[in-house]
């Protein structure tokens, strides 16, 4: 399967950005936010002296149930040095084809680390547990070393899906049985946590590294913590300096994320309420075809109501709304800056945008 992403189409002349529904990354800090921004207390970062970012890594480990955390600049950086310390050059990650560590990251995995990563296939953004078992080889010298199992949860080009306690506990089973280390995506755990009421502790659970994004629904401008074992982390540290990801005063981003931890979980369930919204209501348009959301992203092709997908995005870009295709589909992300009301008034406008076709 391609994975491709369309950025929006940028017009000077379009009317100001009313609804944004492009990505959870969209969030604005909000003013509690920005206050505890604000007050940040701060050190060296870098030489693990600052007391703010040690708190959120504290948080962090606790919350996922695992011995250590580290504070990285996104959530990219955080799959890179994950991989750069699970495997060796010409090793084998596993993953699903539509993974963000395959599609989204540059390649990075490949450029940095030398590795090869094995495109799994499954309905929503999931390999089933056969299809990981099929893809398993015996050790030989002719084959890749394969040493990560990979997962997202939840499965972003999937739809936003969540995978079940049970599969990720069967899926984590099979990786160790076969020597493998396992790293979980987490850049939207805590949407699965709030959609489902496991916690991430138990979902972390048999995942040797597992990270969370506080730059996406959780609504901080940056970073993302990776949290595993001692050894884990203090390698991690070593490719973060490497990287170039080691800073400094960094407690005021991490503020916002301790922050984030405080305010913005519980309020998740309001983010997929909107998403099932949205979902209805586009789905009671004749010819539009709608993923039902388990979560805060909703996945829908409007081509059965006579209208091509860019030319939907243009026609809602002309109304003040904001949102791009992704893999062949539109892509809409409901975060803490969408309310009921603008969900309800995107539905009006792609009914009247159909009307007009
Ligand atoms: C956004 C995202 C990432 C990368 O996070 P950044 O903080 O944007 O670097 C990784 N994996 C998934 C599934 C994501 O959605």
New binding site residues.
Partial sequence: MMTTYTPPPRDPKAPPVRINLL?D?QTRPTPGMREAIARAEVGDEQIGDDPTVNLLCERVADLLGKQAAVFM???????VAATLVHCRPGDEILAHET???IA??GGAHAALGGFQITPLSGPDGQFSPDTLRGAIHPRSRYQPPQTVVSV?Q???IGGGTIWTKAALDEVAQIARQNGMATHM?G??LLNACVATGISARDMAAGWDSAWI????GLGAPV??VIAGSHDFIDEVWRWKQRLGGSMRQAGVCAAACVYALDHHVDRLADDHANARALARGLSQIQGIEVQQPETNLVFFRPEGAGVGGDDMIKALRQRGVLLAMMDGRIRACTHLDVSAGMIEETVGLVREIVRGA
């Fill in positions: 990505s990354t600049p996104s959530g990219t950086m955080c799959n993974a963000h560590i989204r990251e997202e939840t499965a972003n995506d850049a939207r994004d506080f730059s996406k970073g993302g």
